[in-house]
């Protein structure tokens, strides 16, 4: 079955800086990439989505990029700022249109502290 | 709409009673999931449901956890009796009708519970 690995656990960056979250899968079949950002006390949010049709995708001060050969995506944002400090997950799944039963496989996280 | 509502937002109680979780989806969203999130491993799928029918609980730990979605705006996570190691925060999301258009999964605030 699908596998996600997320890298690094801790991410600690200066405000105004960039800062990277990287993902690696192993299901080839894989097709759909979405990102969550899970602030303190609530639950996960989606922040931005990328399917495997395409190699980058932007919004705002954030950015994916998935590299199908090499089966890995990163999140990258951009300026950050404190309201950036949050968990944010990675995730896979392989929806078919002949089949809406299919579940996201979780990367462990990435904790981000925005220094000030 | 409210988004997912999940009740108790807390609950704290004593190893070996039972324990009802409570979560109220999107209205109109036919997929419903059950996380739960610790430290050590994240956040684990338990089981989700379309259309009130469960698709896959091979996430559920042990018999000692069940779940019902008697109809579309009710579902329950029971655990009896429970256990310290069940302490976590569980998650209720609710996502609409795959189809190339909406794959977001919404997430509820969450039920931190502790297990004495």
């Known amino acids: 079955g699908e596998n996600v690995e997320q890298h690094p656990s801790t991410l600690s960056v200066q405000e105004g800086d960039s800062a990277v979250i990287k993902c690696t899968y192993s299901?080839?079949?894989?097709?759909?990439f979405p990102w969550y950002k899970q602030e303190l006390g609530k639950g996960p949010q989606l922040i931005i989505d990328i399917r495997s049709n395409v190699g980058e995708k932007k919004d705002q001060r954030i950015a994916v990029t998935l590299n199908k050969t090499a089966k890995h995506f990163s999140l990258h944002i951009t300026e950050t700022q404190p309201e950036d400090s949050a968990v944010y997950f990675c995730?896979?799944?392989?929806?078919?249109?002949?089949?809406?039963?299919?579940?996201?496989?979780w990367g462990a996280g990435t904790k981000l502290i925005i220094k000030p | 709409d409210a988004g997912v509502i999940q009740s108790p937002r807390h609950e704290v109680t004593e190893m070996g009673q039972e324990v009802t979780l409570r979560c109220k989806p999107i209205s109109g969203h036919d997929y419903l999931f059950w996380y739960r999130q610790t430290m050590m491993r994240g956040l684990e799928l338990l089981i989700y449901f379309n259309n009130n029918v469960p698709i896959d609980d091979s996430g559920m730990p042990e018999d000692r956890f069940s779940a019902k979605m008697p109809n579309a705006s009710f579902s329950t996570l029971k655990i009896q009796p429970s256990e310290p190691r069940d302490s976590a925060v569980y998650f209720c999301?609710?996502?609409?009708?795959?189809?190339?258009?909406?794959?977001?999964?919404?997430f509820g605030p969450g039920t931190r519970l502790l297990v004495l």
């Open positions: 299901d080839s079949a894989s097709n759909y």
């Open positions: 999301a609710s996502r609409p009708l795959a189809g190339g258009i909406e794959e977001t999964q919404y």
């Open positions: 995730a896979a799944s392989n929806i078919a249109l002949s089949n809406s039963n299919y579940q996201l496989i």
